[in-house]
């Protein structure tokens, strides 16, 4: 028995030695069991928000108003007449209209009962006796009555119906159209739009906006026509065409963008490529027409100008390609421009002397001498008809006011612009008549563009750091929002000119 309680008197003795996580070891849960129960147990779903339509709905209502509400709530004649009543009797009464805060505390205290809170003296030949009152009057000699204060101020954008109901929620307002800012434009370089191609030719000698979508047409000389969606980012391919021996000189699109006209100066075929059908056909020009080496398209669409050999002007129509007459110059026509308003077309050449044709009677009514001008290179008018811009070989732009070069016969330009130095091969008005481009093919950065109407040229564009190397042609996206220019190095380079819309 002694020997009995001397073991268990040992092991209490030894237990008692042991750490507390050995004692307790046995009393836990194996390892494997705890594994299985923590990640084999089944997890719990977690519930989505299912969708409403009545709560979505009520809280549209709570946003941004109901629109029905602009027509629930519009006046009838009778309630109007009454408002107008209304109205005439409130003018009558100014002085009835109550306070739009009251502070009840402000009619306890008199003149001298706030200065002696204050410790402060006033005199006490004061009229006022309220202290509100002397304020009032005070703040009133030194400062004056402000206007947010006057009784009888009309807000004019209230009395406008229209204007209330624009501003509600539910309607946007329409922007105003603020004038371009001189001196300095503020542009920013994007990726060029035939980034992804760089196929159409070491010479890009089109690139034109497509008129009703954010789509862009590149051609050049090795016959490749690239169409692109630009977003100023990727400006995605949209689709290429190819012509076998068949270098593109002129570009353009008809049939307010389902067609483009591809010509070539030296071949007397052109090709019509349908955005629609996507089928491309090949169209033999007129007897006597030798190559489509400058075109330009009336603004209505309807007509076709081309320049001949000779001094010879081809107007065909642009649907069917047929020749409508046939004009001729003294000299060789090497620009030409219709005017805005499709009565007339604007020739020049190996001259000083601008041809202006009627288009109804096919007859030249008016010519008019480029002042200083000894061989004119290019041409352009501004959508809006304003103005006529024209370049000679000299490297030298003058600028006229339209009415005076259909008019006089020795117009005088408004501006004569002297920044390049070679031969201006490409002008190009913006559609609101704010800018125009000029560019040289024949030198190095040879872009220049002028604010309108102050004929100032923009000092910040280009700069030391922009590299457009050698120019070809100029376009403007239909808000002026992007500038192309495209070039003699298989580039046609876009901008983003910030004053204006996206597109």
Not at 249 to 258: H, I, M, N, P, R
Not at 314 to 322: D, H, I
Not at 390 to 400: I, P, R
Request: with cysteine; proline share 5%.
């Amino acid at each position: 028995m002694e020997v009995n309680e001397r073991i268990v008197k040992k092991r209490k003795v030894n237990r008692a030695k042991q750490p507390v996580n050995m004692v307790h070891r046995e009393k836990r849960m194996p390892s494997r069991a705890l594994y299985t129960k923590k990640f084999k147990a089944p997890l719990k779903k977690v519930r989505k928000n299912e969708y409403d339509p009545k709560e979505e709905a009520r809280l549209e209502n709570i946003v941004f108003g109901d629109p029905s509400d602009i027509i629930n709530n519009l006046p009838n004649e009778e309630e109007s007449n009454e408002s107008k009543t209304v109205t005439t009797s409130s003018n009558d009464s100014e002085h009835s209209k109550e306070a739009a805060w009251v502070d009840e505390d402000d009619v306890k205290y008199s003149v001298q009962a706030a200065a002696r809170i204050q410790g402060r003296k006033i005199d006490s030949s004061v009229p006022q006796k309220l202290y509100k009152d002397y304020l009032h009057n005070k703040y009133k000699q030194l400062v004056g009555t402000p206007k947010w204060a006057e009784l009888n101020r009309v807000d004019k954008e209230s009395d406008d119906l229209d204007n209330e109901i624009l501003k509600h929620s539910c309607h946007l307002e329409k922007p105003k159209v603020r004038n371009l800012p001189k001196d300095i434009i503020d542009i920013k370089a994007l990726t060029p739009i035939n980034k992804q191609t760089h196929t159409e030719g070491p010479i890009v000698s089109s690139v034109e906006f497509h008129p009703t979508s954010t789509v862009a047409l590149v051609a050049g000389s090795s016959g490749i026509l690239s169409l692109f969606q630009v977003d100023g980012i990727e400006n995605n391919k949209l689709h290429t065409m190819q012509y076998k021996k068949f270098p593109i000189s002129t570009a353009k699109f008809l049939q307010e963008g389902t067609e483009v006209l591809l010509g070539s100066q030296y071949y007397s075929h052109c090709h019509s490529y349908n955005l629609l059908s996507g089928k491309t056909y090949k169209v033999l020009l007129p007897h006597g027409v030798t190559n489509m080496q400058k075109c330009e398209v009336s603004p209505d669409g309807k007509l076709l100008a081309l320049c001949g050999r000779l001094g010879e002007i081809f107007l065909l129509a642009s649907s069917t390609k047929e020749l409508v007459a046939t004009l001729k110059m003294n000299t060789r026509c090497r620009a030409l421009c219709f005017t805005s308003d499709n009565k007339n077309l604007i020739t020049h050449g190996d001259s000083n002397e601008m041809y202006i044709w009627d288009l109804n009677s096919r007859m030249c009514i008016h010519r008019a001498v480029d002042d200083g001008c000894l061989s004119c290179e290019s041409i352009a008018m501004s959508p809006s008809g304003q103005f006529l811009a024209t370049g000679s070989k000299e490297g030298v732009v003058n600028l006229y006011d339209t009415k005076t070069v259909l008019e006089n016969q020795i117009p005088v330009p408004l501006k004569i612009v002297l920044n390049l130095v070679t031969s201006v091969t490409s002008l190009k008005f913006n559609s609101h008549s704010e800018i125009l481009a000029m560019s040289s093919n024949k030198k190095h950065n040879a872009f220049k563009m002028m604010h309108l109407p102050s004929f100032t040229v923009f000092s910040n564009f280009p700069t030391f750091q922009t590299n457009i190397m050698m120019p070809e042609t100029i376009d403007f996206s239909p808000s002026s929002g992007y500038l192309s220019v495209s070039n003699r190095s298989n580039s046609a380079f876009l901008y983003r000119l910030k004053h204006y819309g996206n597109y």
